[in-house]
């Protein structure tokens, strides 16, 4: 008798088909974007944690390269 | 372009880094105790407050929040400041965040070994607390975004999303799984019963996993190990593709933790299912930690922050495929309430987060105090010992599951269960839980060497409270074009919302169907409240932390409904549990069918001394018990929270609940004295004895009804 507790909700199914599609879309939207994304980006933002900031001396120099979209 | 000065502050960094030290310490220590009375049990050495069940917690608690809480802190507050090019926002919020941070794991170790506790694992302190902590967190918030607003760098770097994450999804997973109503100051009953209890539980403790041991030390990940490797990053095109997928899929996996329970089937397969997907994204950024290491393989032999970092990544490496593999069902049948879990827990506990403390560690003290690390030679000692500390705490740990495991399962060529008594299958694996604490004791070493080596280091520097720095301020221009995701990058209150949207889609696509069906499903007919007196045998069952080692939870499967006597767990036994106690592993046997197994006076004997009816047991002896009265004051409290939260107890009942309590006392005071042994009715031991009798047979006076 109890078995059947969680089947009595109609279309329970679609829950997880909403889900795994939510995901497939927005995944497939991510890898075209990153295989489209700017290389001068790209290079800005790896760079980021190898800046030194001791007293801000390569900070300076850094910024300069900052200024792109 | 105008330069503006300014100054990090290296103080809060240092008074975190200080109790990531303190705290590892201890939480190891409690560890160590904990995994020595498993063979010892002794240790507890005859009181409460010791006890395995109530220090359990006290040990996940202090290793989870205090050592690598305090370590993530550290690590954000360093990092942060420098990828933002900015002081953090408020020094105000960064002390209150530190010393309320303090102020709650001094509360946890206190309240932890008292026995107030709300058993949902790593959410098991009370409700003032959990209030605390949400406020703590809050601060913590406004202190990272305040940053981030005021930042001098237009785009944000992947560590800084991984640190987003962590504080969204923290906040939304704390504030859920902690509904409870308030009974007394340090009592509550979860807001939710049974499988949503469970349910929201595992959501719950499966994100903390993801979200305060994971995503935060990805972020550090990605910051400390190009710092250490001192080149950029693999593949910042990856690190994308890693955090959107990873804290889109991991949210949806809680489910894995409850394969063969009474959770309904789509749910159990919905979390299977993401968890195999989790392997992508998981080694998406494993590979793109130790791939920013090609052409530097050289450095590794000679520094030690980057053998802890490798290590580290190759642990969780290690870890995350382990993860998916345990939550296919077959595999989960046998490794489930087994040493197994422990294993796979401390491989990324001790491995990937630990590993990657000790490597920051090592790196950022001798940066901050202007020196070089004291002895390199003891970084290396401590990093063989903590390496050896891992495999011989692991390997006796995966025997010992699969073991025991395979144990349990057995039947012999008759048909019966080849080891019909539970203890047998834990005196094999006794030697196994010996090892393991000699792995723990060496990986213990290993930090107390760190210890000395950190403070020696900066000894013979000296510190730089404040470091000066200098960048130009943030355009205010508006910049348009570029691609969607560096626009996102440029606005984080935006991108902000975007993880809480990605998050929150998993939670409630998992949770909302179960919760629907609450007001659809018929309960069990025959299954009733609590008895007040049985209440209070629970809430002493749950003091003392029984669910640590014993689950209530029999699966579908003949060798647990041979071995337990009954049916499997039905969904509809637990609508009346709040919380669930379910439990995680099986130190000792299931207790869900226990009622009526054994007599009144079995149940006495065995708590006052387990050997003397299970000889050869590792539980210890609760004398406590025999001593110590319930209160029966607060039974009408009891009741009336209960009635608040659905358990339909009748009005006024909580007036007349006492004259019920008493009668079921003495009718087990009554069946002991018949057995030569007197009690008074009020001793706790009662209470428990009710609750022990009770469990499970709800169902079976069903069957007895239906041969009528």
Known sequence: MFKHYFEQVENVAIWPIISLTIFFVFFIGLTIYVMKINKGHIQHMEKMPLVQDQEGFNSIIDSKNQNHG | ?708
């Not at chain 2, 008074?15 to 498993?38: D, E, N």
Request: include cysteine; aromatic fraction near 14%; charged fraction near 15%.
């Open chain 2, 1 to 708: 372009m105008e330069l503006e000065k300014f100054k990090y502050d290296n103080k809060i960094v240092k008074y975190f880094a200080i109790a990531t030290v303190i705290f590892g310490i201890i939480g190891m220590l409690v560890g160590l105790m904990i995994a020595t009375q498993l063979f010892l049990p002794q240790l507890n050495l005859g009181i409460p407050y010791t006890t395995f069940g109530r220090i359990r917690p006290l040990h996940t608690n202090a290793v989870i929040f205090a050592f690598v809480g305090n370590a993530m802190f550290a690590g954000v507050y360093y990092s942060m400041q420098r990828l933002l090019k900015a002081r953090m926002f408020s020094d105000t919020l960064s002390y209150i965040h530190f010393w309320g941070w303090q102020l709650i794991i001094l509360a946890a170790a206190i309240t932890l070994p008292l026995g107030l506790t709300t058993s949902k694992e790593y959410a098991e302190l009370e409700w003032p607390i959990d209030i605390a902590i949400t406020i703590i967190w809050v601060v913590f918030g406004i202190n990272m975004i305040g940053t981030i607003l005021k930042r001098r760098e237009r785009h944000m770097y992947v560590a800084i999303w991984f640190y987003i994450a962590t504080f969204v999804t923290v906040a939304v997973l704390h504030v859920v799984n902690s509904f409870e109503i308030p009974v007394t100051m340090f009592k509550s009953y979860s807001w939710y019963a049974g499988v949503q209890d469970a349910l929201v539980q595992w959501w719950y403790g499966h994100n903390a996993v993801a979200f305060f041991l994971t995503t935060p030390f990805l972020g550090l990940m990605y910051y400390y190990l190009p710092k250490a490797a001192n080149r950029p990053v693999y593949s910042y095109k990856l690190s994308i593709i890693h955090f959107w997928s990873l804290i889109f899929i991991y949210i949806w996996a809680g489910p894995h933790h409850l394969l063969y329970t009474s959770l309904p089937n789509w749910a159990q397969s919905l979390g299977t299912v993401f968890s195999i997907m989790l392997i992508a994204p998981s080694w998406g950024g494993m590979l793109n930690g130790l791939l920013t290491l090609r052409g530097a393989w050289d450095r590794v032999r000679e520094d030690p922050v980057l053998k802890f970092m490798v290590v580290a990544v190759t642990a969780y490496g290690m870890a995350t495929l382990e993860g998916p593999l345990l939550s296919i069902k077959n595999v989960n049948a046998i490794a489930h309430f087994t040493d197994w879990i422990i294993a796979h827990v401390h491989v990324g506990g001790l491995g990937w987060n630990g590993f990657m403390i000790f490597g920051m560690l090592y790196w950022l003290v001798p940066k901050m105090w202007g020196t070089k690390l004291w002895s390199t030679k003891a970084a290396n000692i401590h990093f063989w010992l903590g390496t050896l500390g891992i495999i011989v705490y692991a390997l006796p740990m995966y025997t010992a599951g699969v073991v025991q495991s395979l144990m349990w399962k057995s039947f012999n060529a008759e048909g019966f269960l080849e080891y019909p008594n539970f203890l047998e299958t834990v005196t094999q694996i006794v030697p196994m839980y010996m090892m393991r604490a000699i792995g723990g004791l060496l990986y213990f070493t290993g930090v107390i060497i760190m210890a000395v080596n950190l403070v020696r280091t900066a000894k013979q520097g000296s510190f730089k409270a404040e470091e000066t720095a200098e960048a130009p301020a943030l355009e205010k221009k508006r910049i348009v074009g570029g691609h969607w995701h560096s626009r996102w990058e440029r606005k984080p209150v935006f991108f902000t919302v975007l993880v809480l949207i990605a998050i929150v889609i998993g939670g409630v696509v998992e949770m909302v169907p179960t919760f629907l069906i609450k007001s659809n499903i018929p309960t069990i007919a025959s299954v009733k409240p609590y008895t007040p007196l049985e209440l209070h045998g629970r809430d002493i069952y749950i003091r003392e932390g029984c669910n640590n080692c014993h689950s209530q939870m029999v699966r579908p499967f003949r060798s647990e409904t041979e071995r337990y006597r009954g049916e499997y767990s039905k969904a509809g036994e637990f609508v009346y549990d709040h919380p669930f106690l379910w439990g995680s592993k099986r130190t000792g046997p299931d207790l869900h069918r226990v009622g009526g197994a054994y007599n009144n006076v079995w149940h006495f004997n065995h708590m006052l001394d387990p050997t003397s009816t299970s000889p050869g047991s590792i539980m210890p002896p609760y004398p406590w018990l025999f001593e110590d009265e319930i209160n029966p004051g607060l039974t009408a409290g009891k009741i009336k929270a209960l009635r608040t939260v659905g358990v339909p107890y009748a009005e006024g009942f909580e007036d007349v609940a006492n004259d019920d309590l008493m009668k079921q006392a003495r009718s087990i005071t009554e069946d002991l004295k018949a057995s030569n042994v007197e009690i008074i009715e009020t001793a706790e031991i009662v209470a428990l004895i009710a609750y022990l009798q009770r469990l499970g047979t709800d169902i079976k006076v069903e069957s007895t009804n239906q041969n009528q």
